[in-house]
């Protein structure tokens, strides 16, 4: 699910909590030693964001969410933000140069210019949140 999430809107923060849960709260924010990225660099992008980022010669800076049942990655593209929201049984991770995260036909790539070296860790840590979710949502 991709939408303009620039105004707050009741209706899109409740579905999107039923697809990636709820927010964590700060003392399990604290247990995890963080639940967001640094700020990310947008490479490449599917099809489908095409509509949604315009074509200009900034960057386009993204970040992203843990949830409990998935991901949100924000989108900053002039003065619009834009949510990706992504449960962990439709993730998809690759790490080849850059982290390239896929979900369903779509997919965004990350540049490693900027904080390359705390995202590492981020992404480990979204790797092994994806595993804890599937262990426990289809135990061998």
Known sequence: MIYNSTYKDDELDNECEKIVGKKYNIIDSILLNGIGSKRLIVKKYSKN????????????????????????????????????????YKL????????????????????????????????????????KFDQHNNPV
Request: charged content about 30%.
């Open 49 to 88: 964001f095409i509509e949604i980022i315009e074509k200009k010669i900034d960057l386009i800076y993204s970040n992203i969410e843990l949830r409990k049942k998935g991901i949100i990655v924000y989108i900053a593209t002039g003065q619009k933000r834009y949510s990706w929201v992504i449960p962990y």
């Open 92 to 131: 998809v991770l690759f790490k080849t140069p850059n982290y390239t995260i896929h979900c369903d036909e779509d997919f965004i790539t990350f540049s490693k210019e900027i904080n390359y070296k705390e995202n590492i860790n981020f992404f480990r840590k979204l790797i092994d949140q994806k595993i």
